[in-house]
């Protein structure tokens, strides 16, 4: 007899790993469908214009064009998460250098591209507003019809701040700002369209959410949701950027809808850079007040967001931002204060972390400079205001869960925090420092409809092996390894006998996506559930062919078996075969649902918004270069508190991961703006971190087993990116007494700050 | 307010029209996949040789030839449905004139067809066996090794033959033989089969059930059943020949796994004639005891039946050859002896009726004489013998309707039976008669597996469309438009909201498919459990919504409202979005199973293997030219006791479609052998019966409302086409006083009848 083949809590390969290494996985680039048309998008060139006249006629009249729409040629409808208000393709007015104008589809990717050239359209170019500050400017026209150029404000408050200012011992206010990150996901958007025999529209797309997708194009198109069908084609990657933001599938759709063939839009890196959401910039305006020994007491928020020409998801994303840190705290007062604002520039909207990233960058810098003020170990602050575990925070989080305390010190000891911090400071030119982080994290989030859950069919084979349907997505971050190994566990047999069928709204269960960190919690549970109910029936169906009560015997090995007598026994195999061929059959394929006991925000921001709450802590030692700038990341250590690791390995990927893409955006990557066009759209120019800037990375896992987690788990793919970028800041602070509030931290920051800090001493 | 809009008794348009009369349905041989490659199969060109040497070396040097298989490539399972007997690709031995041999993948069907022509394979041609009777030679060799020639044999015995035949004033007994018809679908066999990212076998296939399909293809190709996934494509008509007795996808099959590519695999007219079962060839012994008033009294049968060199399904056609018309009848005594015997001719098997067309011949043929010798209106002894609704027939079958007494009536008071028996005959060249036969069928059969269910489910989007998922097998019969009708009754919304999810295996619920007339009773019943359960969700959540009891509440014009207040409403579009979208929310997606509750037969035949049993009757005047033999068919009426009529309008296409390939197997169509050799393999030499050869076509419909189907409806695909051709021998016979009993009725037979007769006079 084998031993239980159960996977859970060991280091298992994606599941999805061999079709991909062997170049078999079908990404929507990938997909070749007879008869298939090749679409290009036309892209405005200028921020702001407005649009004088289309000619078409010489694109349509090139050989091999099918189809050349223009805003003319869209539906009316209007798209968007929080406003309604964007084209499919623009028409009359333009509103970010790089919006699509007009969309070909041809019979070649080459004859697309010639055919772009030939579309005439005469601009008139208008005064583009690039800032937020001009946007907000009282005289400054609107950019979308008729309101001003606030997209969305956000205004809270609860306790009594100026009382905990007033009665804290410290009061410290500062500015930071953060700049936008580009997804940079190894797939670009792409989609391919087409018109099923039945006249549906069928897409397969690059997507965090086949379900969310299907609404949106069914929305924007004016087609009934009945009449689209959305496949999940292999996604490589999404970091939010492959939400409901990019127009890719809508342009995809339309032409496929209007030419009647199939349609593949596949973005380029350049494509890819323009029309992608990338990070949403924030100014914030933090002002803490703390008692001495480092209590936090108030705390005062303001952050003037940009969302770019359109608003997209940056509403939520700023919401996150302005109250989601609160929670971390046992502070009682806060005031919040934050504003969406448009400006004529690419949008900006879900990124991984969702707005924790902007203000943690903020708030640790903050508690960092405050603790240095008191005289205190920024450690010894986290600690002391840190949430427990049964405690229900400022806004109302039950916090079911947490290692926060662990995770901090789990990575200041591997980092060497008390010894690092208590060296003598180098003199030479390079100098290091040593900087920690805590940050938390939704694991789920009744946001939507008041809905957040999940539902899975698991269907067993008269072979015994299992076919689990989810709606969920796996965009990479194993999604579908994490479902195999909730059912496999479950049902006792090897993660070689699942399959997770891919997302298709005809035949899926309802699902949200991959958002919020919420499949493992949401879609884990209902794994379970699924996977009792089909064991139920199996066990049912044993008892009467073994002659046995169901709570005589057990599920092990793959079979039924009495417990008192292992040897008397039915194959998961043979009772699936006689569940089906028998009086009364059917085969078993058995829906299991679970919705989380959470309670959505009111309108003041109180809720209990997620069934569970994932923190993670990181310290890392930074070496500056006092005579260039350059700041090298030494090491790094990130712990993780995903209550129970499902898959060690698949976190340990995440936290790599979050690790390198926080470094990148802390160091080096920036979306170049010139008169409000991208510059540096592509990776030569866009500099991501290269193996070079990333040292052997470096983290734990803190198990705080969550009450409602299945087996404790939470979830684990966005929490680790929120530390990276202060625990930089401040190890750079650590290492040259220079505090960068302005992101990215530059060698020209770097350097200008050494010349101010050098300049004030001499003063 | 709209009228219900329940389509249920109407005509209705097949749901599935649309697509293929714009062309859009894709048949299996209209899927282009990308990398696809084209399939070409050898035959054998002899009925029975050794296969002495093989060399492939050429065909496989053939630029773009991928693969060129023999049997030494092929697994060594061997498949069949009764005996697995038979390999994919033959080794060593061929059995018929059409075997498959090789089979080669190439990148153009001509690369394929020229690579045949290099494959050299040396045969040394054996003795064949052509018939039946040197099959039953003592001296004859075996022609599976191991065994005779004797592929299955049947007796039973109920009552005592030989007192009732003791006991009759009549004992009549004459031979019969029939021949086998081609099915002549429109769309020959074809599959396309490929490797898919996890490396399992993918198929689309024309087919009657993808499960079956699925569960061949894993047994004959080795493959655990969960690594074969089976798409059920556009089918363009089966009537038996495409369930799983022909070679077709297993063939692809294995070109896929052994190039890793896909491979389209479609025959052509003479490859389909070659390869596709046809039907199963009888001789038949029929001894029948009447009383002087008609009754019935004692029954014995021998059956000589040849399936070619595979058994395929013939040993299950014969079995209802030898007892299925038993049960029309009250006679208490029955003898059958049946032998199934392989010959080295191409292989038969299911076709349209299962074995009944060729028993109904002799059996109404032989009831038509026994009348005018006892000087009875055949009419009145068809009556006299029925079985009655309520009553239990001698080999088990519980009668729980039946309206053939009114069908008699009714086709024949059409036909002006009356009248016409009673007028002057005719004393021309031309000469009219009218005949008359009665059949019976099964709505389903308890016979695979012990199960005989179905399950489907429904889901309902949020728009308030509802898509319905059954593995039930639409081959252009109308299970489609038969599962909408039944779903948009249930729940009161148009046809037009209904989509039926075409059957594949990886998502489709279990079904067995289109076979034994079962979808409509099995099917049917399974979507109005489902359908329920689907409303009885609306109802809760409505309950909760209007603040009313579920008792309070109706569906009725696609909402849910108040019974006392109908304003008080909310839209099924309404419930389900917030049956997702709420607390402890998950999409209505529910399964609903039903089984029939009959038992199958034990050995000696004895069960009530159908939840109900259709009847029909025909009668037919035709007009016979003794000049040249030719046989016209005027007029024809056939009556159908399909229950509840659902759909009468694709009800009278069965029938109608019936009537005609009736038409053409008593007159017209003959696979004509040559020393095993079928040398009218294409639709200018095998003549099917053309526009002219057809009357109006008119047909009637008995609605007796069996208890067991839903709305009171039986199958209603099968029945039509058992009495055409006795009605029609009966009608000549009444013309010109010739019986024929050895089908096809062709003008040479009748030509050498009426010289016989004359001789006979002369005499």
Redesign the interface.
């Known amino acids: 007899m084998t031993m239980n083949p159960s996977t859970l809590g060991t280091d298992v390969p994606q599941v999805t790993a ?2 991909k290494v062997l170049g ?3 990404y929507a680039g990938d ?5 298939m048309l090749h679409a290009k998008v036309l892209r405005s060139p200028y921020p702001h214009a407005r649009i004088v006249s289309v000619d078409t006629a010489a694109a349509r009249a090139l050989p091999g064009v099918l189809a050349v729409l223009t805003g003319a040629d869209a539906p009316r409808a209007m798209w968007g998460v929080h406003h309604k208000e964007r084209r499919i393709l623009a028409e009359g007015v333009v509103r970010f250098c790089g919006e699509e104008v007009a969309a070909v589809a041809a019979t070649s990717e080459e004859i697309a591209r010639d055919a772009l050239d030939l579309i005439a359209i005469e601009y008139e170019e208008l005064p583009a507003i690039l800032t937020p500050e001009e946007a907000l400017d009282e005289d400054a026209p609107g950019i979308h019809p008729g309101r001003n150029n606030i997209s969305h404000e956000i205004k809270f408050q609860r306790g009594d701040v100026d009382a905990g200012m007033a009665a804290a011992d410290l009061v410290y206010e500062a500015h930071y700002t953060t700049h936008a990150q580009y997804p940079g996901y190894l797939e670009p958007m792409g989609s391919v369209a087409a ?6 529209l069928e897409v397969w797309t690059s997507t965090h959410s086949a379900s969310l997708a299907r ?1 949106r194009l ?1 929305a924007a198109l004016e087609l ?4 689209v069908r959305v496949h999940q084609a ?1 996604t490589g990657g999404g970091f939010g950027g492959k939400m409901v933001e990019d127009a890719n599938n809508l342009i995809a759709g339309l032409l496929a809808v209007k030419t009647g063939r199939p349609v593949r839009l596949v973005n380029n890196r350049l494509e890819d850079f323009l029309a992608a959401p990338s990070s949403v910039p924030e100014q914030i305006t933090l002002k803490l007040g703390m008692t001495r020994d480092g209590l936090i007491v108030a705390k005062e928020v303001r952050i003037i967001a940009d969302c770019g020409a359109y608003s997209g998801l940056a509403a939520e994303v700023m919401h996150v931002s302005a109250m989601r840190s609160d929670n971390m705290h046992r502070n009682a007062n806060v005031r919040s204060h934050a504003t969406l604002v448009y400006t004529h520039t690419p949008v900006h909207g879900a990124f991984r972390g969702f707005g924790g990233t902007q203000m943690q960058f903020a708030l640790n810098s903050h508690i960092h400079s405050m603790a240095e003020k008191l005289g205190l170990d920024p450690v010894d602050i986290h600690k002391r205001n840190a949430i427990g575990a049964g405690e229900t925070s400022i806004h109302g989080w039950e916090i079911g869960s947490t290692g926060l305390k662990e995770c901090i010190d789990q990575c200041t000891s591997a980092i060497g925090w008390e010894a690092k911090r208590t060296r003598a400071k180098d003199t030479g030119a390079k100098r290091r420092g040593v900087g920690m982080a805590c940050a938390m994290h939704v694991s789920g989030n009744r946001t ?4 957040d ?1 999940s ?1 899975v069919v698991v269907k067993i ?3 015994g ?3 689990i ?1 989810s709606g969920e997505a796996d965009v990479g971050q194993g999604a579908m390894t994490m479902l195999s190994q909730v059912v496999a566990h479950e049902l006792t047999i090897p993660l070689s ?1 699942t ?1 997770v ?1 891919p997302p ?1 709204t ?2 899926s ?2 699902a949200i996506g991959a958002l919020a960190s919420r499949i493992t919690i949401a879609a884990g549970n209902a794994a379970i559930v699924a996977a009792r109910s089909a064991r139920d029936k199996l066990l049912a169906l044993a008892a009467s062919e073994l002659k046995a009560e169901v709570d005589q015997l057990e599920l092990a090995e793959g079979s039924v078996r009495v417990k008192a007598e292992p040897t008397r026994q039915a194959s998961i195999a043979q009772l699936a ?1 006689l569940h ?8 078993i ?1 058995v ?1 299991g ?1 679970w ?1 989380a006991k959470t309670k959505m925000h009111d309108d003041q921001v109180y809720g209990n918004i997620a069934p569970a709450y994932s923190f993670a802590a990181q310290a890392v030692e930074v070496e500056v270069d006092i005579q260039t700038g350059q700041v090298s990341v030494l090491d790094s250590f990130v712990s993780d508190d995903c209550g129970k690791a499902l898959n060690p390995m698949a976190i340990h990927g995440q936290t790599n991961g979050a690790t390198v893409q926080a470094i990148g955006w802390t160091l080096y990557e920036h979306l170049q703006l010139e008169g409000g066009r991208i510059t540096n759209a592509d990776f030569a120019d866009y500099t991501m971190a290269m193996a070079d800037a990333v040292p052997m990375l470096r983290g734990g896992l803190v198990e705080s087993m969550d009450p409602n987690g299945p087996y404790g788990a939470k979830g684990a793919s966005e929490t680790a990116i929120l530390p990276g970028a202060p625990a930089i800041a401040n190890a750079v602070y650590e290492a040259i007494g220079v505090r960068i509030r302005d992101l990215p931290i530059t060698p020209e920051k770097i350097l200008a700050a050494l010349r101010q800090q050098q300049e004030v001493q001499h003063a």
């Open positions: 061999r079709a078999r996985a079908q997909l070749k469908v007879a008869g018109i099923d025999p039945d006249g549906r609404v069914a009934p949701i009945s009449r292999t939507i409809g008041n809905w859950g539902t084979n008269e072979d092996r299992v076919y349907h006998h399959y069928v298709d005809d035949t269960p309802s075969r089906i061929w028998r009086h009364g059959g059917e085969g394929q829906s649902s919705d």
